[in-house]
């Protein structure tokens, strides 16, 4: 079976686990002229253009870096990340690093399979070191090691180490072929885009498909009809989104007023005067909502 073509999942870049052991890494790595170095600032990254901007290290050396990860390396280069400190206050005057850069979240750019791989690995790294910064065995301050792969606490002698958050995205569509689409009441009017949620613990993945998508609309699934269709990381903050299709056995729909502000079923030519009218919002490019939607509708869809 051939899965979607998802945005966040062509890195072209080895990520290198047999170095992060190395007890030098980073500090060798910084002192090689030929090492690139990836600017991040919060969930954040340095751009120049539509490109990744990529430094050599002495280039980056005067800025105020919080930490380096290791990456990962291709074609014989390194690969770091240099993470800023957070942005300041709205209140306080945020100072920029001297650099003639753009700043970007990731979420619509177009760009090399290389340089999106290495970003939104990046990306979710540093999210995850910043809300881990302690033992949740005993509370203390945990070190960085293993080029960034490890958090070690100094007191019990504990590991830790680096969690992604599964969370279950799919398109369901009734016996006539229309897909259900949804609003969350944070959106704005006429945002859509198919349902999703994270997998509970003890849970399949099958399991939260059908059980998401009863508890947010009311409508039951065929449980023998769930199709796996891809993954990729959506490290905002930190979530491995895993894609399915899958048919409703019931078209009632009875909304979790705190989760789905709307809900529709659409075929696709309601889809497609929808969004030529802008009444119709998708979801980006980047996600992998998007590629669902555009395999049931059958191409892309122009907005």
């Not at 509370?139 to 504990?158: F, K, L, M």
């Not at 078209?251 to 497609?272: G, K, P, S």
Request: charged fraction near 30%; proline fraction near 7%.
């Amino acid at each position: 079976m051939r899965f979607l073509d998802l945005p966040f999942a062509r890195a072209a870049h080895d990520r290198a686990a047999h170095r992060r052991a190395e007890p030098r890494l980073v500090d060798d790595l910084l002192k090689e002229k030929d090492t690139r170095v990836l600017v991040l600032r919060g969930s954040s990254v340095a751009v120049v253009g539509e490109r990744v901007a990529l430094f050599a290290p002495d280039d980056v050396a005067h800025l105020a870096v919080r930490t380096h990860f290791f990456l990962g390396e291709a074609d014989g280069v390194a690969y770091l990340s240099a993470v800023l400190p957070e942005p300041a206050p709205d209140d306080q005057p945020e100072r920029e690093p001297d650099l003639d850069v753009g700043w970007t979240g990731m979420r619509t750019l177009d760009m090399p399979d290389l340089e999106q791989g290495l970003a939104v690995e990046a990306i979710a790294l540093a999210q995850w070191h910043a809300v881990h910064t302690h033992c949740p065995r005993c509370g203390a301050e945990t070190e960085v090691t293993q080029g960034g792969w490890v958090r070690h606490c100094p007191v019990d002698d504990s590991n830790h180490f680096p969690r992604t958050d599964p969370a279950v995205i799919m398109a369901i569509t009734d016996a006539e072929d229309r897909l259900l689409l949804a609003r969350g009441p944070q959106w704005g009017p006429g945002r859509r885009s198919v349902l999703a949620g994270f997998v509970e613990p003890g849970e399949g993945l099958e399991q939260a498909v059908a059980r998401e998508t009863l508890e947010e609309v009311g409508v039951v699934v065929d449980p023998e009809s769930i199709e796996y269709r891809g993954s990729q990381s959506w490290p905002f903050p930190a979530s491995l989104m895993l894609g399915f299709r899958a048919r409703a056995t019931t078209t009632r729909l009875v909304r979790q007023e705190d989760e789905i502000a709307e809900a529709d079923w659409f075929t696709r030519d309601e889809v497609a005067t929808a969004v030529a009218d802008g009444d119709l919002g998708m979801p980006g490019r980047a996600s992998i909502a998007r590629s669902l939607i555009e395999e049931w509708f059958g191409g892309r869809i122009e907005d």
